[in-house]
């Protein structure tokens, strides 16, 4: 999975790296996708959710389209059925162009048909000759049922089209042999480990007992050292939760997160100026995620702004 810029590493990079990896690429947006086609060459991709005014777009630039609405399907079947590609009439295109998957709602009620409407949407495509790659879902976090009703909907997409692909599984299954199916997402476990960030003092000093520091949120106990590091808010450091960073082996308490900087607290510690700041890697990555009460997700796609990605 290479949605939201491959969960923030940088779509084009992350795809060059995988090409041998890989047996398809998998993104949300049409801008994704069209932008990845210039970098994988003929290596399926599939569009999470493709606009029904994108499919035109899509289909040129040999996208398989994630059908889970029936204005897609509605707008997909004009194209297939030989009617005008644009206002201005433009050229006709085959159906035989045309590639997509067929998304199923089977509990987590965020995207995909319901699985009683399978039956005519794989009949409607199946007429019009439309050349369907796959069936998919997405696991919730309570997912009781869920394999049952894919099953369900799998066995129906299967008698209009017999080697259609199935895949339910994203990283956190895994391990679980029984939703592999035919493939598997991988998404989170693909990246983790992947990613260090960094960034240096810019500025360190010491502070006097009962000063208040950066906006006065934060005051001081007792005599300590404050370190000022470059980054903040703007570039994706959360400015109410963003717990510690790391600097000589140790961890030093966040206490106020600006537009540009953030301070820390080094208690005994004077740091440099241009010395190392960890704020995030592999190893903290988890740890970070529950002291901040989310997901590794967000610490991953978070950063923006002025950050330079260097690739290793």
């Known amino acids: 999975m290479l949605k939201a810029d491959a969960y923030g590493l940088g779509l084009e990079r992350v795809a060059k790296a995988t090409a041998d990896l890989v047996d398809a690429y ?3 947006t049409l801008e994704e996708a069209v932008n ?4 994988c060459g003929k290596t399926p991709i599939l569009a999470n959710y493709i606009a029904p005014n994108e499919i035109k777009t899509a289909v040129e630039n040999d996208v398989n389209i994630g059908l889970s609405d029936f204005k897609q399907v509605e707008e997909l079947l004009r194209f297939a059925n030989g009617f005008a590609q644009g206002a201005d009439g433009g ?3 085959s159906s035989q162009a045309i590639s997509c998957s067929i998304a199923v709602d089977s509990g987590m009620h965020r995207l995909g048909f319901d699985v009683g409407d399978v039956d005519g949407v794989c009949r409607a495509l199946l007429t019009a000759g439309v050349s369907v790659n796959a069936i998919y879902s997405h696991f919730g976090d309570h997912y009781e049922n869920q394999k049952e009703r894919f099953d369900k909907a799998c066995n129906v997409a299967r008698w209009y089209f017999p080697n259609i692909k199935r895949h339910i599984a994203s990283s956190h299954q895994l391990d679980d042999e ?5 493939c ?3 998404g989170l476990s693909a990246y983790t480990g992947a990613l260090t960030v960094k960034s240096q003092v810019i500025e360190a000093r010491s502070v006097e007992s009962g000063e208040y520091v950066g906006y006065g949120d934060y005051k001081t106990e007792g005599r300590t050292n404050i370190a000022v590091v470059f980054g903040g808010y703007a570039d994706g450091i959360d400015r109410e939760r963003f717990a510690c960073v790391y600097a000589q082996g140790k961890a030093y308490k966040v206490v106020c997160v600006c537009m540009d900087t953030f301070l820390v607290d080094t208690r ?3 740091l440099e100026t241009g010395e190392e700041v960890v704020l995030l890697d592999g190893n903290t ?3 970070q995620a529950k002291t901040m009460q989310t ?6 796609t978070r950063w923006r702004g002025r950050i330079d990605k260097i690739y290793v």
């Open 295 to 300: 997901i590794p997700y967000t610490l991953l």
């Open 91 to 93: 050229d006709k295109v």
């Open 184 to 186: 598997v997402r991988v």
């Open 36 to 39: 990845l086609r210039k970098t």
């Open 26 to 28: 998998g993104v949300v």
């Open 268 to 270: 005994g510690d004077m």
């Open 178 to 182: 029984s939703v592999r199916y035919d």
């Open 285 to 287: 990555l988890d740890e």
